[in-house]
C-alpha cells in the first residue's frame, strides 16, 4: 500500500501503481480506506482492469472472496427472524448489516405497530445488535426488506386476551380525521372511533364531539388482529336508542318535532336527540306544497303523526298535515266537553221549533153570496 485517499487505496505492484477503489475493498460497509488498510502494507488484490492507453490499473480486494449476494437465497428465507447491527440511520429507515456484504432495510413504517411515524433515530443507535425479521429478498437488486416490529406479537393480540367485543375501555384521543378519531387504549395501541360511531346525533365532524388530549371512554366494537383494525364506539354507552324508541312509541302518536332538513321530496325531522323522520310532501300539509323551503324554516318546531315505522331499517315516517287534523279533532272534542248542557243535534232541532208560530185558522165558516 503506497498511499490512502477518501476514495481509495494505491497500490505498489513493482514500479507500477493500481487503485483499489474504496467499492472494491470489502462486500461490507467501511467510511474510509484506512479502516482496512495502512500505508506500507502488504496485500494480495485481483486487477479487474487495465487501461493500457490511460495507463490506469483498477484492482479489486473483495472479489477474491465469493459475492455473499450469490448464495443469499440459501441463507435466508422470507419469515425467518435473523440477528443483525446497525449500521446507519436515515430519515426513512434503518439499515442493519445481516453479515459482511449483506445489509437489509428496515422501512420506518417497519419499526414499531404504532400508527404514528417515529424516526428511527428514536428507536435504534448505530452500532445496536438487533434481531429482525426478513419481509423480502430481492437478490437480484441486492435488497432485503427487514422488520423489527414483526418480531413481536401485535399488541391487538395481547388486547385480544383481556377484552373483547361490547367491553368497555378509556383512552385518550391522539388524532382527529374527517371521518372519525383516533384514540389510544394501551401504548401503542390505538383504534378508529368513526364518525358514525361517536353520537346517536348527526355530526358534520368529529371535532364537534371530541377534540385531541381529551379522555374518553369507549366500548370495542370489533378487533381485527389480521388487518390491524380496533373499532370502537362512543354513542353505544347510551344504549340503542332506535330500539328504545320503538319500544315507547306506536303508529298514532302525536310528537313535537324540529325541522332539520329539507330536500325535493319533503323535510327530515328530529323527533328526540340522535332519531330523525321524514315527512314526504303529502304529508305536509292539506294544501299541495312542492318547495318546503317556500313554507318552512330550518330549526321550525311543529306537531307531528307517525304513520309509518320501520324497526329494522330505522326508518319513521310522520304527517304534519294528519297531525294538524288530529289536532283539531282533540280541541273540538275538548270544547264540547267543556260545554255544562251539552246538545246534541236533535236538541237543536226541537229547540228551533219551538220557536216556529203555528199558522191561524179561520173559525167562521165561509158562505157563498146570495145574489
Known amino acids: 500500500v503506497k ?3 477518501s476514495f481509495g487505496a494505491f497500490i505498489d505492484l513493482g514500479g507500477v501503481e493500481g487503485l483499489l477503489h474504496i467499492s ?3 462486500w461490507g460497509r467501511i467510511r474510509h480506506p484506512n479502516e482496512l488498510f495502512t500505508v506500507g502494507q502488504e496485500v494480495e488484490v485481483m486487477v479487474l482492469d487495465f487501461d493500457e492507453r490511460e495507463e490506469k490499473i483498477s484492482l479489486g480486494l473483495k472479489q477474491l472472496t465469493p459475492d455473499p449476494w450469490s448464495t443469499v437465497n440459501q441463507k435466508y428465507q422470507i419469515g425467518q427472524k435473523v440477528k443483525g447491527k446497525v449500521v446507519s440511520l436515515t430519515d426513512f429507515g434503518a439499515f442493519v448489516e445481516l453479515e459482511e456484504g449483506i445489509e437489509g432495510l428496515v422501512h420506518v ?16 443507535s448505530i ?18 426488506s427487514l422488520g423489527l416490529k414483526q418480531t413481536t406479537p401485535h399488541p391487538l393480540e395481547l388486547l385480544q386476551q383481556k377484552y373483547g367485543p361490547g367491553s368497555r375501555i378509556k383512552g385518550k384521543i391522539t388524532s382527529i380525521t374527517d371521518f372519525g378519531a383516533f384514540m389510544e387504549v394501551e401504548k401503542g395501541v390505538e383504534g378508529l372511533i368513526h364518525i358514525s360511531d361517536i353520537s346517536w346525533q348527526k355530526i358534520k365532524h368529529p371535532s364537534e364531539k371530541l377534540k385531541v388530549g381529551e379522555e374518553v371512554e369507549a366500548i370495542i366494537l370489533n378487533i ?14 347510551e344504549g340503542d336508542i332506535w330500539e328504545d324508541f320503538f319500544q315507547r312509541h306506536k303508529v298514532g302518536d302525536l310528537v313535537k318535532v324540529k325541522i332539520v332538513r329539507m330536500v325535493n321530496f319533503g323535510v327530515f325531522v328530529e323527533i328526540t336527540p340522535g332519531i330523525e323522520g321524514v315527512v314526504f310532501l303529502s304529508e305536509l300539509d292539506e294544501r299541495r306544497i312542492d318547495n318546503p323551503q317556500e313554507v318552512f324554516q330550518i330549526g321550525e318546531e311543529k306537531m307531528a303523526k307517525i304513520i309509518k315505522l320501520n324497526p329494522q331499517e330505522k326508518k319513521i315516517s310522520l304527517s304534519f298535515r294528519q297531525a294538524q287534523q288530529e289536532i283539531q279533532k282533540m280541541e273540538y272534542q275538548k270544547y264540547m266537553q267543556s260545554q255544562p248542557d251539552r246538545l246534541t243535534f236533535g236538541d237543536l232541532i226541537r229547540e228551533q221549533l219551538k220557536n216556529i208560530t203555528p199558522p191561524k185558522t179561520n173559525k167562521k165558516t165561509n158562505t157563498k153570496k146570495e145574489g
Open 127 to 144: 452500532g445496536q445488535e438487533v434481531t429482525v425479521s426478513i419481509l423480502d429478498i430481492n437478490p437480484q437488486e441486492k435488497r432485503i
Open 109 to 124: 413504517s417497519d419499526l414499531t405497530w404504532s400508527r404514528k411515524t417515529i424516526h428511527p433515530k428514536k428507536i435504534l
Open 3 to 5: 498511499s490512502l485517499t
Open 224 to 237: 381485527d388482529v389480521e388487518k390491524h383494525k380496533l373499532s370502537l364506539g362512543i354513542k353505544q354507552l
Open 24 to 26: 472494491d475493498m470489502t
